[in-house]
């Protein structure tokens, strides 16, 4: 158990010491703009599942192996990507709205606000319970394999608990901490935006993971 902890905070102290000292950060900022989508996969492939592996933690009292980590890290990855994409695309399109008149944001300070709380609300009541919502019936999919049940993603759907889900994930999670959470995102200078982004995805790891085993 302590072994599980150590090699978990030594991941997490790497990874924030990769972020902390100027030469790396830069290196770090530098690649994700570069190329965005393979970072991307990369940053919630890793930080996600530690989120995840915290989230096990939590609830069994010890640490554990992930079942299908493999697949799992894939699929992070890949929504990382997706998630690259659709701040892009909420970001552009808050602030073409904005241009036509289409949302109030006042002048200065408040404009910024305003505008980072709009992308924040928008990407997270409309993109977000897709995407959590998609997470789950993979996540459960890849358990029920690595357990050596024969399923479907039909059968899946039809077993998840929907109703905790719209109540904890969506109900509670998104308006208490992802609405502002990314919020402070937009508000942030492009360098640390990405560093912040980067460590939400552990929170994002354990809130679904967390979710996911809640009984």
């Known amino acids: 158990m302590k072994k599980g ?6 991941v997490i102290a790497a990874i924030g010491a990769l972020l902390a000292v100027p030469f790396t950060r830069e290196i770090f900022t530098d690649t994700t703009n570069k190329h965005p989508y393979i970072m991307g996969f990369v ?30 890290m894939i699929i992070w990855g890949a929504l990382g990507v997706l998630i690259v994409l659709m701040f892009s695309l909420y970001t552009s399109g808050v602030n073409g709205a904005v241009e036509k008149g289409l949302l109030f944001t006042g002048q200065g300070y408040a404009a910024k606000f305003f505008t980072a709380l709009y992308i924040s ?22 358990d029920k394999i690595y357990s050596g049940e024969k399923s479907t993603f039909s059968n899946v759907i039809n077993e998840i608990n929907w109703s905790r889900f719209i109540k904890f994930v969506v109900g509670k999670t998104i308006p208490l901490f992802w609405i502002p959470a990314h919020t402070i995102t937009f508000l942030l200078p492009d360098e640390f935006k990405v560093i912040f982004a980067a460590s939400l995805s552990i929170f994002l790891g354990l809130i679904l993971s967390l979710s996911r085993h809640r009984k």
Do not use: Q, S
């Not at 919630?44 to 697949?71: C, D, N, S, Y």
């Open 5 to 10: 902890t150590i090699l978990w905070i030594t």
């Open 43 to 72: 940053k919630f492939a890793i930080l996600a599942t530690m989120g995840e592996f915290l989230a096990a933690r939590l609830v069994f009292k010890r640490w554990v192996m992930i079942k299908g980590l493999l697949p799992k």
């Open 121 to 142: 609300t928008i990407m997270n009541l409309t993109f977000a319970p897709v995407f959590m919502a998609t997470h789950r019936i993979t996540d459960v999919y890849i």
